[in-house]
């Protein structure tokens, strides 16, 4: 059974694409949507898949309400409020995919919350946002089931981060390289790195 069903969290606002009790849960990066490609493609992917979808906006982006925050901390828990509404109200197996800053919110929740795997685009090990700073690696060390995707050509976080995160993950974990930018822009290797996020959350689901 296939639906969809939009969600208010107390101004967090996303949508569910239902398709089974297998969820895939979108973190977009710090300016970004839920309504990026990336995730309306994921949905599609998932869904195909028998996998269900679920894209949010982060408070103060998109549509949900709020102020934008420059905090890892607010944001996990934003996330937080997503991941205990849909555990309420299906149960189910849980994975993230996140991208960038969405990536540092997903490595951070999945280090404190059980989730069949991860999958992360573009993420850096640490970020400053003026007296906001984040430091991801302390909670990676405590992941596993993660699979990092980077672009070479990333003009704003270097491949080398992808590589010291990739370095404290405890395994199984994996790391993949694909000739585009930040975004994923380049359509042929933003297709193949969902195809490989979908086949990395298929072996642990």
Excluded at 31 to 42: A, G, P
Excluded at 54 to 75: A, I, M, P, Q, T
Excluded at 132 to 145: L, R, V
Excluded at 150 to 160: F, I, N, T, W
Aim: aromatic fraction near 14%; charge should be negative; include cysteine.
């Amino acid at each position: 059974m296939f639906y969809l069903e939009k969600f208010d969290l107390k101004g967090i606002k996303g949508i569910i694409h239902y398709a089974g009790n297998d969820f895939i849960v979108c973190c977009h990066g710090l300016y970004s949507n839920k309504d990026s490609k990336k995730y309306l493609e994921m949905a599609e992917l998932a869904n195909n898949m028998g996998f269900s979808c679920v894209r949010f906006d982060f408070r103060g982006c998109g549509e949900s309400k709020g102020n934008f925050s420059f905090s890892l901390d607010e944001r996990v828990d934003d996330l937080e409020e997503v991941m205990n509404h849909l555990e309420k109200k299906f149960g189910g197996n849980y994975a993230l995919f996140g991208s960038s800053f969405g990536g540092m919110a997903s490595l951070y929740y999945g280090s404190q919350n059980k989730v069949s795997s991860i999958a992360i685009l573009s993420t850096p090990s640490h970020v400053k946002f003026g007296e906001n700073e984040a430091d991801i690696i302390p909670y990676a060390e405590k992941c596993s089931h993660v699979l990092i995707m980077h672009g070479l050509e990333d003009e704003l976080v270097p491949y080398e981060q992808a590589m010291e995160i990739y370095a404290k993950l405890r395994k199984p974990k994996k790391i993949l390289s694909f000739k585009t930018d930040h975004s994923f822009t380049d359509e042929n290797e933003r297709a193949n790195a969902l195809d490989e996020a979908i086949k990395w959350f298929k072996k642990y689901f």
